[in-house]
């Protein structure tokens, strides 16, 4: 039976520290807060997105569909008269520009055959229709609740779209019944689109329900070999799984990187306790001398853990909850990644994951109370009874051999493959980084203040000498400060570095001085002969048309984008960042090449012939070279201009680069173009340097998320500075009183734990600095290659982090010299009780 005297062991010394105890508790509820909501943020995206898919199907059994210009309508003939096809309902998705109401996101439009789509049971019908065949008027449109909210329109109103070049003025008709996931987002009949946008004889999708009786794998089977080429028959539920699987990365990335604060704060737990039972000492000691058995004595600390971590969990849910609630509203489900649609998601509870994530909590503040419990249980009651003993009980506590261990076992798992595309042996291999800390900090801070030479100054050699002969007690009051420092130091390190990869990139890739796209959707077409005849205005010296096609190229995988430029085939690094190559007189067929994104994924090398679907055939290609692209990440494939428009016969052109001749300005150009070209002023056209511009922004929206989860880390390992450092200087009362009864002033007590505090700081800086640059090695070299497929290249934001280490460096010492304060304030006293 357990006897332990709760008041004693367990509710006093928490109370005698109630600043550390409540900044411990802080750190937990923090983690926890943080950790719920993107696991609620994850798991609501993916399934409103799987929702709305399963709602849009109505009671579709399964779907043929193919993005971009997709297949011939003729498909849809031929499978409604199949004798196994109950019902189909064709579809045809495109993107349109608004004009009025302007706005930035593009308007996705969805045409319907809307007696098919309500024998579906679709939910594309408005509900307040005033006639059942409004919709079919082909200047009619019916919005979605995101889209009427978005675009400030009410039914009757009037919106204009661009449609193929052309200002069309569409009336809303109606609201569409509220679909999970959907953005903003426009339903017209079908041949209306095809009318409008020139669309005549190409549909994207076919919903089909089949006969009673029928099974999907059997109709599949039966269908598969005769579809067209680039097309994907699948279920719903199967359309959700590989939108599911192409974020799953993502989505776990930010959820471990959510769980580094949780981390932190078992170590500041760990940092509380640490120093807590290292007051205790004696009166620990008492106990066991008074009967207390080990396993009591361990019971007595995990308590002390268990009451940080109960409110701080507590504390953590409903931050969780609200961070989630208000990152839903303004961010989306996808924190501006682009994997979902941007429109925002209503939060539902999720019992079962709160559950989790307070045992979380629970699990990391036991954790961080466990090393402490286990070392104070083996103490030796008559030594630790001794003033003076705890020095040397870290002495015997450590256990680099261990620390050592985990090191190894690191590299094993930074060199070792993914595991269904996530690594995470390469997360295990942090966290034995992180773990070794624990018991090589004393011996490398021993190290650092052996290599100190020793000052001329008396207080800065006394604090120096004190370190040397207590590294253990300040590597305790350390731990969590050197692993909070790291964690930031290597999301800085890694975010820093994609973000100068990216602007690298954009430099290298752009290199024409103007570029000029029909809008800021994917479908925008420029007017035809648009691009011809800017290529041969006078102040143009060489041009490169783009034309932008989505295809289905590989099975349970998004779209990839294929992108067909006017490109030079001697010289495509004019237009590409080549990675890797072979020439092309070695190629058995028209050459295109890949991005390292794509190559990754299917796992494709230069020289490889492969079949890509266009015009409705397979067509058989080259891979001529690698190049890196950050634009797209699902991957993309570049290819001659030429060779795609005489297989596809697709004479649309998306955007032009232009090079000017020498000594022509832009500001003149854009004056010839806009004399030139009709209608050039409602295109997009945009320097390099604005495009770089605005690519730099949107990658800091995207990288919103992993930016707060830096500031939390960095937030806690401020608490932890706050908590040991403070801990360490309120502890040391004793040897501060004996100080002033041998003659030092209150000030050169200051100075004393100034040095102290500088040298302290500064130690912490290298080691936490040095395991966060290994730590960004992992992340940049293993993480992000076997996540996402890209590569980056090193580059520390070195202005950055000599900025949070003089943050980290201010906070220390400030810390020690107001504890000291508290500490000199009755130094008599506390020399007599000594």
């Known amino acids: 039976m357990m006897r332990i005297p709760w008041r004693a062991a367990v509710w006093r010394p928490l109370r ?61 003939a031929r499978l409604s008269m199949a004798p196994n096809v109950a019902i189909a309902a ?101 041949a209306a689109v095809q009318w409008l946008w020139g669309r005549g004889n190409e549909i994207n999708q076919v919903d089909l329900r089949l006969q009673p009786g029928i099974s999907n794998q059997a109709f599949e089977k039966q269908w ?32 471990v990187l959510s769980l580094v604060a949780l981390f932190t704060g078992a170590f500041l737990v760990y940092a509380t306790l640490a120093m807590g039972v290292v007051r205790q000492r004696q009166q ?31 504390l953590g849910l409903p931050l969780g909850v609200m961070t989630a609630g208000l990152a839903l509203m303004h961010l989306g489900g996808d924190l501006g990644a682009g994997y979902f649609s941007s429109a925002a998601l209503q939060l539902h509870w999720h019992p079962l994951l709160m559950s989790i994530f307070f045992g979380a909590g629970m699990g990391a503040a036991l954790i961080g109370a466990f090393l402490p419990a286990w070392e104070t249980s083996r103490a030796i009651p008559a030594q630790a009874l001794r003033a003076g ?38 997360y295990g291999a942090i966290a034995c980084l992180l773990f070794a800390l624990l018991f090589l900090l004393a011996p490398l801070l021993r190290l650092i203040v052996q290599l100190i030479p020793l000052p001329e100054s008396s207080l800065w050699r006394l604090a120096l000498l004190q370190l040397r002969g207590a590294p253990g007690r300040a590597a305790q009051s350390l731990a969590a400060v ?26 290298d890739i752009l290199r024409a001085d103007l570029y000029v796209q029909a809008g800021s959707n994917q479908d925008a077409l420029l007017p035809s002969g648009t691009a011809q005849s800017m290529c041969t205005l006078p102040d143009v010296r060489h041009c490169s048309p783009l034309r932008r096609i989505p295809l289905n190229l590989l099975p349970g995988h998004p779209p990839i984008m294929l992108l067909a430029r006017g490109m030079d085939l001697q010289d495509p690094g004019r237009e590409l960042q080549i990675i890797r190559s072979v020439p092309l007189h070695t190629l058995n067929a028209p050459p295109i090449w890949i991005s390292d994104i794509l190559a990754g994924i299917s796992a494709w090398h230069p020289g490889q012939d492969i079949r890509i679907p266009l015009g409705g055939q397979l067509q058989t290609v080259s891979i001529a070279g690698i190049y890196r692209d950050y634009a ?59 495009i770089r511009h605005r690519s730099l922004q949107i990658f800091n929206q995207s990288f919103a998320a992993t930016y707060a989860l830096e500031a939390v880390a960095m937030i806690i390992g401020l608490l932890g500075v706050s908590s040991g450092f403070g801990a360490q200087t309120l502890m040391r009362r004793n040897e501060f009183a004996m100080l002033r009864h041998l003659g ?37 070299a293993v993480v992000n290659p076997q996540s996402f497929h890209w590569h980056m290249g090193f580059q520390p934001p070195w202005l950055l982090l000599g900025i949070l280490s003089v943050i980290l460096w201010i906070a220390s010492t400030a810390t020690m010299i107001l504890a000291g304060h508290r500490a000199l304030r009755n130094s008599p006293a506390v020399l007599r009780d000594d």
Do not use: C
Not at 59 to 64: E, H, I, V
């Open 284 to 314: 620990l000691a008492l106990l066991r001398v008074l009967g207390l058995r080990r396993r009591e004595i361990i019971m007595a600390v995990m308590l002390q853990g268990v009451v940080l971590g109960v409110p701080g969990a507590l």
């Open 224 to 255: 598969r070999p005769l579809l067209p080429p680039g097309a994907v028959l699948e279920s719903p539920a199967q359309q959700g799984r590989v939108a599911a699987d192409a974020s799953r990365a993502y989505r776990v990335n930010l959820l």
């Open 16 to 76: 005698q520290r109630p600043g550390a105890t409540v900044l411990a508790m802080i750190g937990i509820a923090l983690g926890v807060a943080l950790g719920l909501a993107i696991a609620l943020i994850n798991v609501q995206a993916v399934s409103d997105f799987s929702a709305g898919l399963r709602h849009m199907a109505g009671q579709a059994d399964l779907t043929l569909s193919a993005p971009g210009p997709g297949f011939n309508n003729a498909w849809y």
């Open 90 to 190: 064709p579809e045809i998705h495109l993107q349109a520009i608004l004009i009025q109401p302007a706005h930035q996101q593009p308007l996705q439009i969805l045409g319907i055959d809307a007696f098919q789509a309500a024998r579906m049971g679709q939910p594309l019908i408005p509900l307040n229709l005033r006639s059942p065949l409004a919709l079919l008027d082909p200047l009619n449109i019916a919005l979605s609740s995101p889209a009427m909210q978005k675009l400030n329109v009410h039914t009757g109103d009037f919106i204009t779209v661009n449609a193929d070049g052309i200002p069309r003025r569409l009336k809303v008709i109606g609201t569409l019944p509220d679909v999970p996931g959907v953005g903003v987002m426009g339903v017209m009949d079908i």
């Open 632 to 690: 797209y990440q699902q991957g993309s494939i570049s290819i001659p201009l030429q060779e795609y428009q005489h297989w596809s016969h697709d004479k649309g052109i998306n955007g032009v680069a232009l090079w000017l001749r020498p000594h022509v300005s832009v500001s003149a150009a854009l004056a010839q173009l806009h004399q030139s070209i009709a209608k050039s002023r409602q295109l997009l056209i945009a320097t390099p340097r604005e």
């Open 389 to 426: 003993a705890e020095e040397q009980s870290h002495l015997h506590r450590q256990h680099p051999r261990i620390g050592l261990l985990l090191l190894i076992m690191a590299l094993g798992g930074a060199l070792a493959p993914a595991i269904h595309g996530i690594p995470y042996l390469a």
């Open 744 to 780: 030092l002033r209150h000030r050169d007590l200051l100075a004393l734990l100034f040095a102290e505090g500088s040298m302290l700081s500064f130690a912490g800086i290298l080691i936490g600095g040095s395991l966060g640059i290994a730590i960004s090695v992992i992340l940049i």
């Open 482 to 507: 050197v692993v909070a420092f790291s964690l930031v130091v290597a999301m800085a390190i890694m975010v820093g570095s994609f973000r100068d990869s990216v602007a690298n990139w954009l430099s």
